[in-house]
Every structure is written in structure tokens, then in C-alpha cells.
């Protein structure tokens, strides 16, 4: 795509790929003109990876902002360690973040359904889909409430 920027882990602005970069984690913002932009953070241990994102269009007119707020809230009714993963509807790039004194933050995500899920393990206690926006969006589940 014309007139991609790729801003890598915060520091440096790249027009072009494929990249070259160390092994280890990275954290890549993906902006082209007129789209919502694009956090991913990667886990590079391969010699090639291929990072694919779903671009949102923007405002119609002016300019918008393309930041996007976290995904966090309240679980309630759930013992054990309990696990918060977004995995987005249409795309790739899962996150996923610790249930900690009963509250998860999920940031990074692209402008796009997601289906939250709850997990204890590998075991599924509860899915949802959510809308990241432009603000944060606050999720209350109460897992005690599930049949």
C-alpha cells in the first residue's frame, strides 16, 4: 500500500518492508493517511514474519484521530488465575492480559470487532464480542452470573 508508515517500538519511522529487525519483542504502529492507525506489539523468533493488519477508514472529512482506547473492566464470580483475550473478528494479532485483583487493560487493539474471552487455562468461562473506540471501553462480567 502507497504511503505506509511503520513506526518501530517508538523511536523510528520506516516507509518501507520488508523490515530487518532483531529477534525479541517489537512494538509496530501502522498509519497510512485517512485510516485509523495500527498498534501491534510482535514476539519476533523466526527469521521471517509476515504481520498482517486490518486498516479501518477513517473520517470522511478532516483529519481523525486514530488513536484507540484500551479495552478494560471488573470480572467478578471467577477464582483462580483468569485470563483476558481479544482475538479480533476479522484480521490477525490476539492480545491478551492478567485478571489482577479482579480487573484486566487490554491496549493495542485495532479499530474492529473482537471476541473477548475469559479464560481459566484453556478452559473458555465466557465470550463476548466488543468494539474497541476511540475512548476506553469498560467491560463488567460476572462469571457467578453464567448458567
Known sequence: MPNVEIQVDGDRTVRRSP?????????????????????????????RLTVRATLEVGMLYGTCDDTVGPVGGEISGGDGE?????????????????????YFLLEGLDVADHVLLVLRGHTVLHQQVVRPGLKRTNVRIDLAAKC
Request: no cysteine; charged share 25%; net charge positive.
Open 82 to 102: 483468569l485470563w483476558v483475550r481479544a482475538v479480533p473478528v476479522v484480521g490477525v494479532g490476539s492480545l491478551e492480559s492478567p485478571v489482577e485483583g479482579g
Open 19 to 47: 523490515l530487518r529487525l532483531p529477534y525479541g519483542k517489537h512494538r509496530l504502529r501502522i498509519h497510512v493517511q485517512g485510516f485509523a492507525g495500527v498498534d501491534r506489539e510482535i514476539d519476533l523468533r523466526q527469521s
